[in-house]
T-cell receptor
Framework: DAGITQSPRYKITETGRQVTLMCHQTWSHSYMFWYRQDLGHGLRLIYYSAAADITDKGEVPDGYVVSRSKTENFPLTLESATRSQTSVYFC??????????FGPGTRLTVL | RKEVEQDPGPFNVPEGATVAFNCTYSNSASQSFFWYRQDCRKEPKLLMSVYSSGNEDGRFTAQLNRASQYISLLIRDSKLSDSATYLCVDYSSASKIIFGSGTRLSIRP
């Protein structure tokens, strides 16, 4: 099906473990983004990518790593998860970066 | 001061009413703004862009007031399905996208 998908939808992990959240889009959009959403903060940009092999930091990049070897995929890795990274993570894609289309989100709990 | 501020609400209005809420922004150089709606535990969905001249899409009207640095969203003839959280966005570039925390709207029968 066309669109933007995220996996897993729910994840529980332990402090110190590595976790990778997947994002896949079928629109061939150039731009892809990762956000986290926490109560009282709204969505905050973690990383974004303007094209394959081009990534850059957003507002809250510490503790996260991204890669984009193919246009359609933009995985987000938490190298050593911390409790403060418990959040809902949204991936988004866009043609020009402004009007964005979001995936369904991943609810991550770090114990 | 937050870069983008919204009244968290909730705004509780009867079906058929007109409701409006604002979003203030701090960056006077900001050029592009958007409204998204987000249903409970779902992803944000683009509702409309906000143009300098204002724009209308059916029952929804968005306006930009640069002098006072706020954008507004007006919903006419509100429906039960309009119940959601409305997020405003200040877009400056791909690296600087600021979301407000959202305004909760609840439409009652």
């Amino acid at each position: 099906d066309a669109g933007i998908t995220q996996s897993p939808r729910y994840k529980i992990t332990e402090t110190g473990r590595q976790v990778t959240l997947m994002c896949h889009q079928t629109w061939s959009h150039s731009y892809m983004f990762w956000y986290r959403q926490d109560l009282g903060h709204g969505l905050r940009l973690i990383y974004y990518s303007a094209a394959a092999d081009i990534t850059d930091k957003g507002e809250v990049p510490d503790g996260y790593v991204v890669s984009r070897s193919k246009t359609e995929n933009f995985p987000l890795t938490l190298e050593s998860a911390t409790r403060s990274q418990t959040s809902v993570y949204f991936c988004a894609s866009s043609v020009l970066a402004n009007e964005q289309f979001f995936g369904p989100g991943t609810r991550l709990t770090v114990l | 001061r937050k870069e983008v501020e919204q009244d968290p609400g909730p705004f509780n209005v009867p079906e058929g009413a007109t409701v409006a809420f604002n979003c203030t922004y701090s960056n006077s150089a900001s050029q592009s703004f958007f409204w998204y709606r987000q249903d409970c535990r779902k992803e944000p969905k683009l509702l409309m862009s906000v143009y300098s001249s204002g724009n209308e899409d059916g029952r929804f009207t968005a306006q930009l007031n640069r002098a006072s640095q706020y954008i507004s969203l007006l919903i006419r003839d509100s429906k039960l399905s309009d119940s959601a959280t409305y997020l405003c966005v200040d877009y400056s570039s791909a690296s600087k996208i600021i979301f407000g925390s959202g305004t909760r709207l609840s439409i009652r029968p």
